[in-house]
């Protein structure tokens, strides 16, 4: 007892003398050397010297104490860094914190208050660092805050810090990103509110032009950010403003948890929490994410729709025409806008307002507020106001009230899927009277006609199917049957029957018949998966089944529900999945028949190549990116692929590509991968270092093998092909030490001839370059692969990739903890080429 109650004291006695040498405090008899830290009292944050990445200079800064990776929220002396070791951060005889070295008397950095004679005495000014990350100047006795770093941000936004300015005293509070990640000066882009009249809106900007607008706060979010819905039970957002006042903050109500919101180099401004499981950052938002982000992308008057990858995505609003017509409808270029329909008039001649839905609202530069009135009311004053030109609810909360009056040309509307908000827009009587007819179903004589002869058609043609069904039942009964029978009948009594003819699934015989017993002559290939068969059902459509290897351990009930929700991922960079055969052991997938071959075929075949110039090959390149991005972000399902490689990505007969064997990770089933990771998933040359060495599987790893894929079709030949005379043994490193001559463009398949635009292959290398960097944090997201690739915004630079299977040098290398076996069971199963 007596023993325990010692132990108790001694061990709080060595916490406090802890405690006690790690200050949180200067002053000027306690100054800051290089070397030296500065802790927080609950030891979140620590301030002290640094040097970022290849950088040889000495910055101060604070970052979080505690965690693995190195995170710098703020910066003193960003824009003039320090030479060598020689810094010391003290209080200057005026009371000012000052950053000093050796060398000369003027301050590398100073906090630059001027204050009261009366008050000038250093003894009396201290500088701390708080729990939350703020460094605070200030009297020691009376605690008068006279300078604090959270009043000077520099690229990420933390808890209780603001964003904002306020008129009356001349501050603003904005982020502004670093140079590059060796520099934490002054870089291109800054995340501020607008100073202009009209109602306060965010930006990020590029240099001084706007970039991406998160927009107004409509009493619950920024309109340009709708995820912040999502999170507002972890997060507490709230803003404050007036006419000459702005200030947004963030809390979090769990406070042990860790957040921060950066604005990066690379343009987009990305809000992370720490996960301490996984021990790093998540990222749970970043923008801009889509082609309609680009601030002003169509112009004015004009609706962008992210969610139209396939056709033109930008669309006149109601009552207005494209001001360039050929631009928009020839060249697709939106970025002109729309004007008013010729010869129409708005004022005092019967106009209205029509609702357009669902939108993320223009932006406000040129709106006005109007508290406390209704929506009617809002509608009076509108079309009172000929200068109005649409109005909206200003405050959604609670129903919506207060409203919005925009006075000019409409810049910046997106169609968003979430949290849009309804804008209404001043149009002319003729438009007026199109908008209200609609919807009351009063038709149009021509529709009207169509629709009647749409149906009389339509049911020709249920009849004369309905007679062939029952000749054709007669005839053969053997033949392509919807397996149905015995087994599902009692899963069908919860279905609705109507879901019947739809079931995916194919007969043994069926199968068998069409692709004539899996003979020899019908063999496409084998895959890691198994074999693939041509065939041709008595309907005529060719087909291609894939025989599973067996005992892939899944059950029959859960592979059918998994080929279920396959069949439904439909996207033109997608093989479809047709439906699947399951009997005797034996399982099978059924897909469409692509007449041309692999990728592989055509880019790793000197004659082949040649075909390919630089615009299909481009295409291909977009068309993997937009499939692969579908599988991780837009379906439902969120499918990682994990074995990605050229001979899984088929041609149709236009060039199109279509990646296949994508959900066979689901069907092999979560466990199954894991352990056979090694022997039947990933090939040789394509797969992730995490991934190969450590099982470590994420849609980054994915990422990792588009690169390769990308890069491939730049040079036109294999990862693993290997040159005589060549440094490196892969072709990732061959681009990657090119890449650092500054020689990127020799890589280049050389039966192009040069015939290709040098920026457009150079920024594509560079992707790749990102997407088959060592850490998978680094690597960009699919989302963001097919931003960079359609939009010159900057990107940066990419580090040194994974040289996976280089020879033993580099294996020992990047084998951390995968040991010797493994990796000759790697090496083992070069099973790939189909
Ligand atoms: C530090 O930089 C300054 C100016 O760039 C230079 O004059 C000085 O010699 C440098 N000091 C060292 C130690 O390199
Ligand atoms: C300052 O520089 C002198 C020589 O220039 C050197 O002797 C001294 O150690 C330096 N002091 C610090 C704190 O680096
Ligand atoms: C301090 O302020 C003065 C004038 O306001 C300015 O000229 C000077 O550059 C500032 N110094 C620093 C280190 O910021
Ligand atoms: C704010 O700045 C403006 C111009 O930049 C100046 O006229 C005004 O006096 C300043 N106000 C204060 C309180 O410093
Ligand atoms: C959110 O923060 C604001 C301002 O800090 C505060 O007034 C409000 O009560 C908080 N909301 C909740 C639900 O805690
Ligand atoms: C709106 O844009 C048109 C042409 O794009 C321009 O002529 C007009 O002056 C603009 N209107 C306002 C109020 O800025």
Known sequence: MINKLLVNSLIILLTFSFCSCSSDTISSDKPIRDGELLISKSKTFALGFFTPGKSTYRYVGIWFN?????TVVWVANRNSPINDTSGILTIDPNGNLVLNNNLSTIPIWSTNVSFPQSQRESTSVIAQLTDIANLVLMLSNTRTVLWESFDHPTDTMLPYQRIGFDRKTNQSWSLRSWKTDDDPGNGAFTVKFSTNIGKHQMFLYKHDLPWWRAGHWNGELLVGLPYMKRDMDVINISLVEDDNYVALSYKMYDKSLMSRVVVQQSGFVQAFMWESQKRQWARYWSEPINQCDNYGTCGTNSNCDPSNFVGFRCTCLPGF?????????????GSGGCVRNKGVYV?????????????????TSV??????????ECDKECLRDCSCTAYAVADVRNGGSGCLTWHGNLTDI????????????????VELADYYKKPKGVLDKKILSSIVVASIVAIIIIVILICLYYLWKK????????????DSSEEENGAQSSTRPNLPFFSFKTIMTATRNCGHENKLGQGGFGSVYKGCLVNGQEIAVKRLSKHSGQGKEEFKNEVKLLVKLQHRNLVRLLGCCFEKEERMLVYEYLPNKSLDFFIFNQNQRSSLDWGMRFEIICGIAR?????????????????LKASNVLLDAAMNPKISDFGMARIFGEDEIQARTKRVVGTYGYMAPEYAMEGRYSTKSDVFSYGVILLEIIAGQRNTHCEIGRASPNLIGHVWTLWTEGRALDTVDSTLNQSYPPAIVLRCIHIGLLCVQENAMNRPTMSEVAFMLCNETPICQPQKPAFLFNGNQDLQESSTSGGGSSINELTETTISAR
Request: one cysteine or more.
């Open 66 to 70: 505690n965690l693995p990776i190195k």
């Open 321 to 333: 025409e494209p001001k360039f017509s050929r631009d928009w409808y020839e060249n697709r270029d």
């Open 347 to 363: 004022c005092g001649n019967g106009e209205g307002f029509v609702k357009v839905e669902s939108l993320k609202v223009p932006d």
């Open 367 to 376: 709106a006005v507020a109007k508290g406390g009135l209704s929506l009617e």
């Open 414 to 429: 997106q169609k968003l899927t979430d949290q849009g908000q309804n804008l209404f827009l001043r149009v002319d009587k």
């Open 475 to 486: 005839k053969t009964k053997d033949k392509m049957m919807w397996q149905l029978n015995q």
């Open 627 to 643: 499939g692969v991005l579908y599988l991780h972000q837009d379906s439902r399902l969120k499918i990682i692929h994990r074995d």
